[in-house]
């Protein structure tokens, strides 16, 4: 079992900053993908960015290629989502994810993809 716990969201002015920490508590192994995902009201959760624990490897979504960094601190069991030039359009619930799929990052862009999730932190962008 993995239990993940999400923190950092709070509202921000468009074009400010935020970064979002997800902490890993369980059992945690080399070739899991820790994944974050985002929720906007009325619309379904999508992929943003994700990173392997042991290689960090990432992949991201084009909408927040360029603006969005993850990264991950294996000794804290703890994945960051570094986030800048924020819009309105970012305005969501973020959630942390964990995927025990071994598969290459490309594969691993859906919600059904992962296994444990977080709670989720909200993310408000005002214009």
């Known amino acids: 079992q993995v239990q993940l716990v999400e923190s950092g969201g709070g509202l921000v002015q468009a074009g400010g900053s935020l970064r979002l920490s997800c902490a890993a508590s369980?059992?945690?192994?080399?070739?899991?993908?820790m994944g974050w995902f985002r929720q906007a009201p009325g619309k379904e959760r999508e992929f943003v960015m994700s990173?392997?624990?042991?290689?960090?490897?990432?992949n991201y979504a084009d909408s927040v290629k360029g603006r969005f960094t993850i990264s991950r601190e294996n000794i804290k069991d703890t994945v960051y989502l570094q986030m800048a030039s924020l819009t309105p359009e970012d305005t969501a619930v973020y959630y942390c994810?964990?995927?025990?799929?071994?598969?290459?990052?490309?594969?691993?862009?859906?919600?059904?993809?992962?296994?444990?999730w977080g709670q989720g932190t909200q993310v408000t962008v005002s214009s």
């Open positions: 994810a964990a995927s025990t799929r071994v598969a290459a990052l490309v594969l691993l862009t859906t919600p059904s993809d992962y296994t444990y």
């Open positions: 369980g059992r945690t192994f080399n070739w899991y993908t």
């Open positions: 990173i392997k624990w042991g290689s960090a490897t990432t």
